[in-house]
C-alpha cells in the first residue's frame, strides 16, 4: 500500500470535481489529487450529448462532451494531477482516505477533502412496482449511456415512467434512433423536469405527457411485453378501474437522483434528510472540519453550469480553510412553508451566504421570504417556481439580525 | 387568436404568449425575459428551426461512437432527414472536438461537427 499526503483529495472527476481542482489552482493551491473511479475525467456529462450546457457559465450553449472538454483541458494545462480507474472505498474523519485502483490500495493523508461523487439514479427497487422482472427496463441514465457511448440500442418500442429531464431527453434520442416511444407518464401534477424539454424532447415528437398516472403492473417473461398504467387520485395512489395496457418492450425509469453519499457517512458526515447531501455552511463545509462538498453529491442539480459555479465558490473556501479560517457555524437555516429544501443548512453569520432552494410545488408570483425573529431579513420575487428549477437568493451577513434560527418560506400571490 | 409558446433557448424555459393576426403575422407578443425569447416565437409561427445532438459510427477508434452536432439549427421538418445522414457516415479515427464531419449537410449551410475526441484503438 502507498501512502501520500496531500493538501487536497478531491474524490470524483465530473465536473464538480474538475471545476473545484482548476479554481483551487488559480488560488494556488497546487498540491492537489483527483481521484476518479472511472477511464476518464468528465463524470457523467461523457454521455450526455445534447446541447443546452454552458449558458449561464460560459454564456453559449454547449454539448456536455464539450462543456466538460473545456474543464478537463483547463485542468491539464495547468498540470493537475489525477489518478483513473482508482475507486475511493473509505474516508475517515481525520482525513485518511484508501482507493482501489488496478495497481493496488493506496492510502492518502489530506489536510482537506472535497467529495464530488455526483449522483446514482433511483431504481425500480426503490418504487416497487410489482409484476415480473423481464429484460428491458432501464433507468435514463443507464439507457443514455448503453446508446451514447457503448452504441447498443436498448429497444424498437419504449415507454418512459417520471418525466425527470433525462427521461425526456431519453425519449427524443430513442425517437431520433428510429425507437417509437409511446408516452411519459408522471406520477405528480406536474412535470418534473424543465418546461424546455417537455416542449423540444414531447411535444415536437408528438409524444404524449400523461400527468397523475403510474405503471401499476410489468407483464413479459424473458423480455417486457407491456406495461399496466393507472390513473392515481389527490393521494397519488392508484385509481381502481383505470388500468391501461401498453405493449412495449422498453420501459425507461426517469423517477429520481440520489446523492452518492456513502463514503461521506463512513467519515460520520451529518446527511440532510431532504437532499440527501450533506449538511453544510455557507463556504459547503460539511460537520466533519476539512470535508466539503459541492455538485450532486450534495443536492441534484439540474444543470452543470450551477455545479461548475458551486464548486468554484467551495473552492474558495476551501482555500481560506487550509490558511487557517475556522468555521463557526452559529445559525441554524430551516426550509419552511413550500420550500423542498434548503442550502446551506446553517450559517455562521460572518459572510454573505448563497441560499439555493427549490420549491416544493409550481407557484406563480411567488415571493421568497428569509425570516429571523419574526421578521423578513430577505425578500425576493419569482414569476414563475417550479420543483424543477433551483433558485438561488444572496443572503448578505449584514441583514441577519441574532444568532437565532433563520426559516427560509415561500408565499405565492 | 392567442398562441402560447415555451421558449427552449435557455433553461428559463418562459412562457411567451403571441396575439397571431388572421395574416399569421405575430401582433403582439409578451413574456418573453430577453429579446432572444420574442425572435424565437416570430421564427417558432413561420418556418420552427431545431439543433440536433446525435453520434456518427468511428472506425478504428477507442471508442465505437463519436457524438455530434450541428453548427447551426435546421428546419423541424428535416431533423429525420438529417439522421438518415448521420447514420449513414462513417469517419476514420481519430477524430477531434469541433472537427467537421459533413460539411454543408443535406445542402442546409450548416455542418455535423464533433463534439468529443476520440483517438485511435
Ligand atoms: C444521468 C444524468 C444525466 C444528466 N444530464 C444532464 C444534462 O443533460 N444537462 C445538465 O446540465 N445536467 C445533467 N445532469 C445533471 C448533472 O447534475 C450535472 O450535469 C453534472 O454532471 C454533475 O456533476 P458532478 O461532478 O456533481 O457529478 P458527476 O458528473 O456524476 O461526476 C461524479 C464523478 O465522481 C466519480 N465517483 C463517484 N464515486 C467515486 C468514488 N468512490 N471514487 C472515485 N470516483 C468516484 C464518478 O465516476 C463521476 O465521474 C445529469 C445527471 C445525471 C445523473
Ligand atoms: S426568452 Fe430569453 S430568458 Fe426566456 S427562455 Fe428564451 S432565451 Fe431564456
Partial sequence: MTQTDKDVIIIGGGPAGLAAAVKLHELGVRDILILEREHALGGILRQCIHDGFGLTRFSQTLTGPEYAQRFIDAAAEQGIAYMLDTTVLRMSAAHAVTAASRKGLHRFNARAIILAMGCRERTRGALSIPGARPTGIYTAGVAQSYINLQNTMVGKNAVILGSGDIGMIMARRLTLEGARVSAVFELQPYPSGLPRNVEQCLYDYDIPLYLRHTVTNILGDARLQAVEVSEVGEDLRPLPGTQRLYPCDTLILSVGLIPENELALDAGVLLDAHTGGAVVDESYQTTVPGIFAAGNVLHVHDLVDFVSLEAERMAEAVKRYLAGEQAKPAIAVSAGRDVAYALPQHISGARDALLTFRPRRPLRDATLRVLQDGQAILTKRFPRMLPAQMEQALLPAAALKSHNPVEVVIGDA | ?121
Avoid: W
Fill in chain 2, 1 to 121: 387568436m392567442l398562441k402560447l409558446y415555451t421558449c427552449i433557448l435557455c433553461p428559463n424555459g418562459c412562457e411567451i404568449r403571441a396575439e397571431v393576426g388572421e395574416d399569421g403575422q405575430p401582433a403582439a407578443i409578451a413574456g418573453h425575459r430577453c429579446p432572444r425569447g420574442e425572435a424565437y416565437v416570430r421564427q417558432e409561427i413561420c418556418a420552427p428551426l431545431r439543433n440536433i445532438a446525435s453520434s456518427v459510427l468511428v472506425e478504428g477508434g477507442e471508442l465505437p461512437l463519436c457524438s455530434v452536432r450541428l453548427t447551426s439549427p435546421i428546419p423541424k421538418a428535416r431533423i429525420f432527414d438529417m439522421m438518415r445522414l448521420i447514420h449513414a457516415a462513417r469517419v476514420p479515427a481519430p477524430v477531434e472536438l469541433g472537427q467537421v464531419l459533413i460539411p454543408n449537410a443535406l445542402g442546409l449551410g450548416c455542418d455535423v461537427i464533433a463534439t468529443r475526441n476520440v483517438g485511435e484503438g
